[in-house]
């Protein structure tokens, strides 16, 4: 009994162990990715550092770039599918993470579109993003990336968003991720 009691004590220290290895690297390699068909790449991360208020997911067809913005995503947003890609192709994706404050833009509503306005109080901004939550969400999606000093946009809502809310976000990238490298088949 003692030798079996002995070999269970190990295999369990050695799982505890595996298992906080397996969290440090999550952590220095929060993006992950999968070919799930031969053309279609799935990619998920995790990310629960405090004030992150959302992340750029990039692609390249060369590790150095250059990099292409697939989509800015709220914070609550961990996966993201890129479908129907070029064949024998070689993807790289990396995350920047963004932080910054929201302002609530003045709004005008005009027959086919919204006019937003709003101050520019930062002068270090890498853009800003209008971001709206659809009614009965709790989630704000970015919907428009804004160049620097910015202080006006219009936006065109689609059907379900004209009564939804929408602020005005000046964001700062931080950080980025791994990189992930996966090569598409047949």
């Given at each position: 009994?003692?030798?079996?009691?002995?070999?269970?004590?190990?295999?369990?220290?050695?799982?505890?162990?595996?298992?906080?290895?397996?969290?440090?690297?999550?952590?220095?390699?929060?993006?992950r990715?999968?070919?799930?068909?031969?053309?279609?790449?799935?990619?998920?991360?995790?990310?629960?550092?405090?004030?992150?208020?959302?992340?750029?997911?990039?692609?390249a067809?060369?590790?150095?770039?250059?990099?292409?913005?697939?989509?800015?995503?709220?914070?609550?947003?961990?996966?993201?599918?890129?479908?129907?890609?070029?064949?024998?192709?070689?993807?790289?994706?990396?995350?920047?993470?963004?932080?910054?404050?929201?302002?609530?833009?003045?709004?005008?509503?005009?027959?086919?579109?919204?006019?937003?306005?709003?101050?520019?109080?930062?002068?270090?901004?890498?853009?800003?993003?209008?971001?709206?939550?659809?009614?009965?969400?709790?989630?704000?999606?970015?919907?428009?990336?804004?160049?620097?000093?910015?202080?006006?946009?219009?936006?065109?809502?689609?059907?379900?968003?004209?009564?939804?809310?929408?602020?005005?976000?000046?964001?700062?990238?931080?950080?980025?991720?791994?990189?992930v490298?996966?090569?598409?088949?047949?």
């Amino acid at each position: 009994m003692r030798g079996k009691a002995r070999i269970a004590a190990s295999a369990a220290l050695l799982l505890a162990l595996s298992a906080c290895t397996a969290g440090t690297a999550d952590a220095e390699q929060p993006l992950r990715g999968v070919l799930t068909t031969p053309t279609d790449i799935d990619l998920d991360w995790r990310d629960t550092r405090p004030g992150i208020a959302g992340h750029v997911l990039e692609f390249a067809t060369e590790e150095a770039g250059p990099y292409t913005v697939l989509r800015y995503l709220a914070p609550q947003v961990t996966s993201y599918r890129h479908p129907d890609l070029m064949p024998h192709t070689t993807f790289h994706y990396r995350l920047r993470s963004y932080r910054g404050p929201t302002v609530r833009p003045v709004r005008l509503d005009q027959p086919d579109r919204i006019r937003f306005t709003w101050t520019d109080h930062l002068a270090d901004e890498d853009g800003f993003l209008l971001e709206l939550r659809k009614k009965n969400s709790d989630r704000y999606d970015p919907v428009a990336v804004l160049a620097p000093n910015t202080e006006a946009t219009e936006f065109v809502p689609l059907p379900g968003e004209q009564h939804a809310t929408y602020r005005i976000r000046a964001f700062v990238l931080g950080e980025q991720s791994n990189v992930v490298r996966l090569t598409t088949g047949e």
